[in-house]
Every structure is written in structure tokens, then in C-alpha cells.
């Protein structure tokens, strides 16, 4: 093969990552600037910006990992929690940095009452991407079936920080007060 069109397949190899890490990085600022908006947003305007965000967080940035996914939700709506998982498990094992992966596996795992790997892919979400509301709603979630209602109320909380017009945080943070567990003191 010529030395020049070595040179080449180098420089356009290269040429393509940049472009990809610049696309990574175009998608990561849009997503902090809707964050953003999504804690001053009213109640009118949050839910759109919440979907907006949501489908920032699916995109793999690879058509099939894209695919794995829909197809693991797919399959979860459908109540099929093990091919769910499958598909999942695929998409994390491909793709170890794509936290909506983990997320999505974690919500599988839980439906189906396998607590401690929903709580686990859930910890990897969060560790890779610390905003993920609803990551923390899940963690919450698992808080209270372990009977940790205290941590539990602390989470719905930070949930709120996030996403202040997050229902089901705000459903079940008003269910443990009432219970007078997650008081401010």
C-alpha cells in the first residue's frame, strides 16, 4: 500500500474521531444547558424539557447500540423482563460507558425482582452519569423496599434538586412525610 494512502486513512481515521469526540461533546453541553432549564422550568415547560433530555441520554452515538436498546424496551414494555435483560446486557457489555444502558437494565432487573443487580446498574449509572434523575428515583425506590426510608427520603430529594417537577419523586417524598419519615428539620 502507498506511503500516501496510509498517510491518509491516518489522518481521516483521525479526522473522524475528533469529529465523533466533538459530537460527544456538543451532545454533553446541550444536555447541562436543558439541564439547566429543566430546574428553573415551570410545571408547563418541564415535561419537554424532561423528554428532551431523556432522549439526549439514549443516544449511544452507534446505530446498533441505538437498536439494542429500543429493542430492550421493547421487550420490557411488553413484560418480557428476561429477553429485556438480554438485550440490555448486550448493550452494556458492547457500549460499558453508555449509562442509559445500565439504567435501562436496572428498571428490567427490578420488574423482575432481582434487586441486588438493579441496585448495582443502577450505582454504574449514576457513576457515570451523576444527573441521571431517574437513576436516583430508582435508587430511592430500592431505599424504601429495603426499608431505608430515611436515605430514601434523602434521594427523592436530590431527585427534586435536578428535575424539581419530577411527579413521582414529588408523590413519593408527600407519602413519606405524611408518614413522617423525610421531615426537614
Known amino acids: 500500500m502507498p506511503v500516501l494512502t496510509v498517510n ?11 469529529v465523533l469526540l466533538s459530537g460527544m461533546a456538543v ?11 429543566l430546574r428553573a422550568a415551570g410545571p408547563v415547560d418541564a415535561p419537554r424539557i424532561a423528554r428532551d433530555i431523556e432522549r439526549e441520554w439514549s443516544r449511544s452515538g452507534s446505530a446498533a447500540m441505538d437498536m439494542l436498546l429500543t429493542r430492550g424496551r421493547e ?11 438480554e438485550h440490555f446486557t448486550a ?8 449509562a442509559e444502558g445500565f439504567h435501562a437494565r436496572a428498571e428490567a432487573y427490578f420488574r423482575r425482582d432481582l434487586y441486588g443487580p438493579a441496585l448495582d446498574d443502577l450505582q454504574r449509572t449514576l457513576a457515570l452519569n ?7 428515583f430508582g435508587l430511592a425506590v430500592l431505599m424504601q423496599e429495603f426499608g431505608d426510608l ?18 413521582n419523586a414529588q408523590t413519593a417524598l408527600k407519602r413519606l412525610k405524611r408518614d413522617g419519615i423525610g421531615r426537614e428539620i
Open 8 to 18: 491518509l486513512k491516518r489522518h481521516f481515521t483521525a479526522l473522524g474521531f475528533v
Open 27 to 37: 451532545a454533553q453541553d446541550r444536555t447541562a444547558e436543558l439541564l439547566e432549564d
Open 150 to 167: 430515611r436515605r430514601a427520603a434523602e434521594l427523592y430529594r436530590k431527585v427534586l434538586e435536578i428535575h424539581p417537577h419530577h411527579e
Open 130 to 136: 451523576p444527573q441521571h434523575y431517574d437513576a436516583i
Open 75 to 85: 421487550a420490557l414494555s411488553e413484560g418480557d423482563f428476561r429477553l429485556a435483560i
Open 91 to 98: 448493550l452494556t457489555d458492547h457500549a460499558p460507558d453508555f
